[in-house]
């Protein structure tokens, strides 16, 4: 017989933000757990509210699957000596299943026969192993924090009141803290507080909604889209759909009620942005706009509560709104006072970062960059770079910024728009800190892609060069997003900027900053930026190998390495790519060792595999290097393809380790030549064999 499973933890309110995770992530580990213990189940449904956590089994068998399992030990062979006696192996691995040696038999497997023991384990009632399992689950339900509270040896996100562990009709105890497991529950905390008796798992959410809870998030969800839409047919207006902030607010109430407020008009003049910041992200309050598009001095809300006046609610929300757009009008008035530009001489009393110094230096070393940059791609432009590097971050400095930080170069645009910069480096400002992930959108203005480019690779470098280096768990500065972000734009933009070049600049202009040698540094956001690459291509389908393989040739400009390794991709479909490969992977593996010099004699030649070898690679060579120069890849690769035959006849032919010294040294000269041309095209060494390419 089956029936449903009810564990509801009750606690104070949860933050938001936890409550999503702990119910998604929670319940796949509920899951497992459960099938882990042999349980049979449907699935487990998840709710929740801020003050509860829910999940419910949804047709739990009343008793687990009984288990039969051999295990195997060591060989026969082993575990028996001549005698026939057991060994310490046999007895030893006896003792480790808590069993006597004699229960041990014999099993004929692929490789050979085993000693074994058959374990076995009897079903068991869901009511004698489920308390257990939902005691061990409750801690470790995931939270971004957790606390402990009065004196009790437990963690959770927030102090636990009550919990339900109901099987069907059936209280299933068990202890969490000072709290034993039962069947009460309780309604809203203010509307119906009353301790609420469940006869049974089914009457679950009808008795909560009778008091005041809705449980399932959707429902929640449902509710306040249907209140903002009552508030669309009373005023003729309509919402700015906003589905995040319906789930953030779903997961703040246990009974919405949606309400709406207004405000003056007079704060329709501040920029939108700085409106729907205050009402959206600082109040969780719904933006209403007209049919053109214009904001409506009006919002939505929702109250947890049922109150006999709306009104005192209604005021009490507009009255907080007031205040925050009270304070927002006057630093944004008294921010125009003072152009932008102006503004940036004060970035010398901001820190950036206590080892790489202030925002002052910051905007300096950009500008040096951003000024590269543009003679690269658009020469024309390299003022407008400098000095829209300098007005990046010159609204760290203004009062809306101080008050609503998250405007951080939407407001700084708005500014240089307002006091007199050109469309293109007011644009720069906001676009300099594109893109913020992996699916963001680029710069479109050259001016800005220039900024963008100087203000991430400053942060890349600096970081690597006062020893703030990402761990494999942590990034706070976010350099793998910055480097992939340099990496995207550079693609995007077909800007021809190497990247080693790039580096070089930027630490040059990091030089007194650095607590490493420069070259040490070098090195390693090098091998950062690679990595970087090379995820991102993998990530589009790229093999990793053929990737690996184009890198270790160098760290050119992105356009370069883009057709290098698409020629690449196109040459692995021809039949002459897995037999070069090979090749030179044997040319490349055997000459590792060998550091001498790579001068050739033909009078040390003793088989004519050698002499065509040698004649062939020197003019096959330049041919590579002069089509790889060009761009020309997949001619470059089409050229070493035609000298396979003559190494793979070399191999056949010629022993290259030879006894005499002086052949040895030349056959491997020769190799580690004709290796280290092509190798600047492509390493094959990298490369793995047909259908085992490798993945990042």
Known sequence: MERDYLLEIGCEEIPAGFVGPALWFGGQQFEEMLRKARLSFRKVDIYGTPRRLTYVVRGLAEVQEASRETVLGPPKSVGFDAAGKPTKAAT???KSQGVDVSALSVFPTDRGEYLGYVREEAARPVREILPKIAADFLPAIPFKKSMRWADLDVRFARPVHWIVSLYGGEVLPFPFGNITAG???????FLSPAAIDLPATENYF????????????????????????EIEKRTGMRWVEDEPLVETVA???EFPVVLMGRFEEKYLALPREVLVTSMRNNQKYFVLEDANGGLYPAFAFVSNMVVPDDGVVVAGNERVLRARLSDAEFYYWDDLKKP???????????LFQADMGTYWEKVERMAGIAEYVASVGFPAKAKECRRAAFLSKAD???????EFPELQGVMGRHYASKTGETAEVAQSVFEHYLPKGQSDDLPSTDVGTAVAIADKIDMVCGCFGVGLIPTGTADPYGLRRHTLGILSILEARKLRIPLEGLVDLSLGTLAPKLKSPAAEVRRKVLEFVAARYLNLLVSQGVPADLVEAALAAGLTD?????????????????????PLAEVFKRAINITKAYDGPLAVSEKLFEHGEETALHK??????????????????????????????????FFEKVLVMAKDEKVRNNRLALLKGLSAAFSAVADFSKVGSSGQSKTA
């Open 92 to 94: 030893g691995f006896a």
């Open 183 to 189: 069947r009460t529950t309780y309604g809203h905390r």
């Open 206 to 229: 009808d008795r909560l909604a009778e008091a005041k809870v809705f449980v399932d998030l959707e429902v929640r969800k449902e509710k306040i889209r249907a209140g903002i839409r």
């Open 251 to 253: 997961n703040l109430v």
């Open 340 to 350: 932008l530009f102006d503004r940036t001489e004060a970035l010398k009393k901001v």
């Open 396 to 402: 760290l400095t203004t009062g809306v910024i101080k």
């Open 558 to 578: 992105v356009v370069d390495l883009r057709a290098r390794i698409d020629a690449l991709v196109a040459f692995r479909a021809d039949a002459a790519f897995e």
């Open 616 to 649: 062939a690679a020197a003019d096959v060579a330049g041919r590579v290097a002069a089509a790889a120069k060009d761009g020309r890849y997949a001619e470059a690769f089409r050229e070493m393809a035609a000298l396979q035959p003559l190494v793979s006849a």
